[in-house]
């Protein structure tokens, strides 16, 4: 059983910097590949970035490639997302997942956080 809690959310003017957060409760957090998705208003959620056990592997939907990062620090069981260059259209409630390995479909995610709402104004 593991709990996701997303943090970090909130409003941001285009071409900005915002960094969300989500904590996960449970042992090992090592074991569990981690990823990023997110959702925007009458849109399907859709993968964004993704992050392996210990961090070694990554994955980015060609969308945020170059602009966002996924991280991890296994000691704080947190996983992270730093997006720059923000535009109006990653606008979305961003949504954290955990998974056996690291996987860009989202029906391979077991546990799913509640997510945090990132706004970019334009």
């Known amino acids: 059983q593991v709990r996701l809690v997303e943090s970090g959310g909130g409003l941001v003017q285009a071409g900005g910097s915002l960094r969300v957060s989500c904590a996960a409760s449970?042992?090992?957090?090592?074991?569990?590949?981690m990823g990023w998705f997110r959702q925007a208003p009458g849109k399907e959620r859709e993968f964004v970035a993704g992050i392996s056990g210990r961090g070694r592997i990554t994955y980015y939907a060609d969308s945020v490639k170059g602009r966002f990062t996924i991280s991890r620090d296994n000691a704080k069981n947190t996983v992270y997302l730093q997006m720059n260059s923000l535009k109006p259209e990653d606008t979305a409630v961003y949504i954290c997942?955990?998974?056996?390995?690291?996987?860009?479909?989202?029906?391979?995610?077991?546990?799913w956080g509640q997510g945090t709402h990132v706004t970019v104004s334009s």
């Open positions: 997942a955990a998974s056996a390995l690291v996987t860009m479909l989202p029906e391979e995610y077991t546990y």
């Open positions: 449970g042992r090992p957090f090592s074991s569990y590949a």
